[in-house]
């Protein structure tokens, strides 16, 4: 059964910075685009940054140095690294894929930026 399990939220202060996880298992993302989602409970979801099938990346903030997303092949994991966190990025991040012609969301990571 294909899933993705995120992982690396967690509290941090104004300025800081985590390193979210999203890993494949009974998938192989380096065959899959991959996007990053986040969703504050007063807000929809939305998208983050994606990671093509043949390595692309777009952000949502294009002109937002502050994530940057890659795979790691070996690892069957998609990473999001995320800088000068700011309060207004609190939320839950979500990852998902397509496999198989049905959408796959990770169960999300709690991201909590402290003022």
């Known amino acids: 059964q294909a899933q993705l399990v995120e992982s690396g939220g967690g509290l941090v202060q104004t300025g800081g910075s985590l390193r979210l996880s999203c890993a494949g298992t009974g998938i192989r993302l380096s065959a899959n685009g991959v996007a990053w989602y986040r969703q504050d409970p007063d807000k929809q979801r939305e998208w983050v940054a994606t990671?093509?099938?043949?390595?692309?990346?777009r952000y949502e903030d294009s002109g937002n140095p502050r994530f940057h997303i890659w795979r790691d092949h070996e690892m069957n994991t998609v990473y999001l690294q995320m800088t000068d966190l700011q309060p207004q990025d609190t939320a839950v991040y979500y990852c998902n894929t397509i496999f198989r012609g049905r959408t796959i969301w990770g169960q999300g990571t709690q991201v909590t930026v402290s003022s």
């Open positions: 990671v093509a099938s043949g390595g692309a990346t």
